[in-house]
């Protein structure tokens, strides 16, 4: 078995198993049901990509990142067990595959399970010249510059290709450790128990993660749609 | 002259992910939501940290792409024999 795999099949206590729809996909692919495969494909591979992203700036390399995620989830197949669910052993398999491509293409990496919450610099979710100072004395802390209120922007507004951009380059400006965990959660729907078992974190940590992430891309936003 | 107990909007931005995770204790919840009832920039960050986490859910592609499909369905061929 290949370190990738190894990794990827270390179990998890708490983790949900493999549910039987999975089970039967495994089974189904086993015994070489390429429709098997290609609904796996329709399931995962556009978030494979997108989550590799966070490691390797290329969309090509991306692209080579998760096939060769795919391969190790064929070469491993016959050894998996289904201790951890299915999805979480593919993701898995990607992010050792991802890692190690964003090592090889001298990218700096920061390793989910060393960051440590409250270890990087104090990073407030907002610049702390919007509010009062806390010597102010009628509204300590309370906004000097009050946010406006979004009700009234138009979806296809937000929606639109330039607010994406806008909304990619500040993802590709996060660490990678906050930019994992916002893809996953926000972009991809996970669940913060799939998160953190795939990614080999705590809750908090998770957490604070998302949270400055959110901020940041909160404010680009913000700041984007002022000029607007 | 703010009471000891209450959230300046400094410390309620921090708290704006525990909230919406559901992660704040029961204390900390009600002081947010009277917080937040009673100040309206407050009320427009949540509002914009919602939506900004709304337009995130819209980003993911719905489908692969025929061709990269295609491609990896040969690497099935292949492995299968």
Known sequence: MTDLQQDAGRSDQAEQATGEEEMRLIAALRAGDESAFARLLDRYHNALVRLALVYVDDRAVAEEVAQETWLGVLQGLGRFEGRSSLKTWIFRILMNTARTRGVREARTIAFSALAVAGDDMDEPAVDPDRFLPPDHSNWPGHWAAAPSSWSQTPEQLLLSVETRAHIDSAIAALPPNQAEVMTLRDIDGWTSEEVCNVLGITETNQRVLLHRARSKVRQALEQYLSEK | ?81
């Open chain 2, 1 to 81: 002259m703010q009471p000891a107990n209450e959230l300046t909007c400094k410390e309620l931005v921090e708290l704006v992910t525990d909230y919406l995770e559901g992660a704040l204790s029961e204390a900390d919840r009600r002081r947010f939501e009277a917080h937040i009832a009673g100040c309206s920039g407050c009320r427009n960050y949540l509002g914009q940290m919602q939506q900004t986490i709304s337009t995130l859910g819209k980003l993911a592609e719905e489908h692969i792409d025929p061709v990269a499909k295609e491609d990896l369905l040969s690497i099935f061929r292949n492995w299968r024999g």
